[in-house]
């Protein structure tokens, strides 16, 4: 199974900020890496497709890079309503496996 | 509008069953792939299996194989999954997410709001 592995599992930060979340793959993806927002008691929502590609109605402050095994997630300037549960997603091969996730809390 | 709306959810007892249902609006559920994803409370996501359009490509993660099922009606437009032999670690809430394809590459664009599963005596 591939093993996906996100850094940092908690961040704290300011309406205003720039802010990057990692995720690195136990073997290489290649670009088959998606992130999900995930807020309280609601179901998770895709931001980011294949490594770079923004959904459709996600803002463009989100952005995806990487490829091979490590990916980054930014957005780049932070809304209060971004304040929320991170995680990221290979689709390289089943089992499809999550990151641990990433809290997004304001400081 | 797209929606997919999780049923069947509950209490239920170790070794017990449950069958969840998902139904599908407003998209044409024959031509996608479907997936069940739960996450135990207060932890993270967790893909559970897979099954293709037509139903000919079916997949399941170690944890549930051997003791749970995904199927779909086509024509009911609604998704499955048969839950046997349930045990404490399967307490979850449980969504169904639609798969989409970008070329070669898969994401989940669509998600119910899901249903929970409580496992306990």
């Known amino acids: 199974d591939i093993q996906m592995t996100q850094s940092p599992s908690s961040l704290s930060a300011s309406v205003g900020d720039r802010v990057t979340i990692t995720c690195r793959a136990s073997?290489?993806?290649?670009?088959?890496l998606n992130w999900y927002q995930q807020k309280p008691g609601k179901a998770p929502k895709v931001l980011i497709y294949?490594?770079?590609s923004l959904q459709s109605g996600v803002p463009s402050r989100f952005s995806g890079s990487g490829s091979g095994t490590d990916f980054t997630l930014t957005i780049s300037s932070l809304l209060p309503e971004d304040f929320a549960t991170y995680y990221c997603?290979?689709?390289?091969?089943?089992?499809?496996?999550f990151g641990q996730g990433t809290k997004l809390e304001i400081k | 509008e797209v929606q997919l709306v999780e049923s069947g959810g509950g209490l239920v007892q170790p070794g017990g069953s449950l069958r969840l249902s998902c139904a599908a609006s407003?998209?044409?559920?024959?031509?996608?792939?479907m997936n069940w994803v739960r996450q135990a409370p207060g932890k993270g996501l967790e893909w559970v299996s897979y099954?293709?359009?037509?139903?000919?490509?079916?997949y399941y993660a170690d944890s549930v194989k051997g003791r749970f099922t995904i199927s779909r009606d086509n024509a009911k437009n609604s998704l499955y999954l048969q839950m046997n032999s349930l045990r404490d670690e399967d307490t979850a809430v449980y969504y169904c997410?639609?798969?989409?394809?970008?070329?070669?590459?898969?994401?989940?664009?669509?998600w119910g709001q899901g249903t929970l599963v409580t496992v306990s005596s």
């Open positions: 997410a639609r798969e989409r394809s970008y070329g070669p590459s898969d994401y989940f664009d669509c």
């Open positions: 407003g998209f044409t559920f024959s031509s996608y792939s």
């Open positions: 099954i293709s359009s037509s139903s000919s490509t079916i």
């Open positions: 073997q290489t993806i290649t670009n088959y």
């Open positions: 294949a490594a770079s």
């Open positions: 997603q290979q689709s390289y091969s089943t089992p499809y496996t």
